[in-house]
């Protein structure tokens, strides 16, 4: 009986392993064995020749690929700051009962439930030189045009992707939020804190785990972003907005080159893990620290 009890988590637990090894790990593995290879869309993996790290070395040395490595971490970096940020400031602003409020925080998480690539296209128009809406008023106010999409590429792109999914942060934050204890609130009014200073050394420490967490997640999607910069720009002018996941793509499918696309494909999951493993550091450094604040208050209290 007791041999039978010590078995039965593992039972429950095979088929979600199972799962896992066919729709995770083989695929990985497959493709860490596909960047060894000097592979082909011609040929089966079987007949691609065994080149051990020449692919990785190449990309090493790779000028274009250390550019849209520089890219992407630029785009993703700057655009998931800027999220954070508005996202944040919007929670903040909201969190409140006002009549309409329902209906406003709706509005706000319209753009993340549009297509990527109907985002893309509704930009590509508002950020056309002529007759794009930006442009338009512009003129309409007596001011020079700029050009969006050729000189202003990468600052475009971003101001797309913020568009899209700052109320992705907004949505958490705004969670964050009406989770925080109302007793370590409470408290800090009573000792007289003003709405600013209890933002700053109360509502924002006890919310930065979770915000981490939430930076970290946009930040792990902003690295894989292709519809919405494939559609705006195709990744030009030159080089000037093709993040590493649209150079993957077009190394596979245009270049022909499947081995040196999936040794490009390992080292975006290394900078992914290493950001990973980093800001779960980060996050659990700040989880202390919310959890002797939260302690704080209520001895205060």
Known sequence: MNSANRLTPYLFMAPAIVIMGIALIYPLGYMMYGSLLDWNPSQSIEEAEFVGLKNYIT????????????????????????????????????????????????????????????????????????????????????????????????????????????????????????????????????????AWQQIIHIKLPLMMPVLIVTGLLRLIDAFKVLEVILVLTEG?????????????????????????????????????????AAMFTLSRIQEIRANRVRAAAEEDS
């Open 59 to 194: 990309l090493w040395g790779d000028p274009n690929f250390h550019e849209s490595l520089a890219v992407t971490l630029i785009f993703a970096f700057v655009g998931v700051s800027i999220e954070l940020v508005l996202g944040v400031g919007l929670a903040l602003l909201l969190d409140r009962n006002l009549r309409g409020m329902t209906l406003l925080r709706t509005m706000f998480i319209l753009p993340m439930m549009i297509a990527p690539v109907v985002v893309g296209l509704m930009w590509r128009y508002m950020f056309h030189p002529t007759v794009g809406t930006f442009n338009r008023t512009l003129e309409a106010l007596g001011l020079p045009t700029v050009d969006w999409l050729g000189q202003n590429a990468l600052l475009s792109v971003i101001i797309a992707d913020v568009w899209q999914w700052t109320p992705f942060i907004f949505i958490l934050s705004l969670a964050a939020l009406q989770s925080l204890p109302r007793s370590a609130l409470e408290a800090a009014r009573i000792d007289g804190a003003t």
């Open 236 to 276: 030009g002018p030159g080089l000037s907005t093709e993040i590493l996941a649209l150079r993957i793509s077009r190394t596979a499918t245009e270049f022909r080159e499947l081995g040196v696309a999936a040794a490009m494909s390992n080292y975006l999951l290394i900078l992914l893990m290493l950001l990973t």
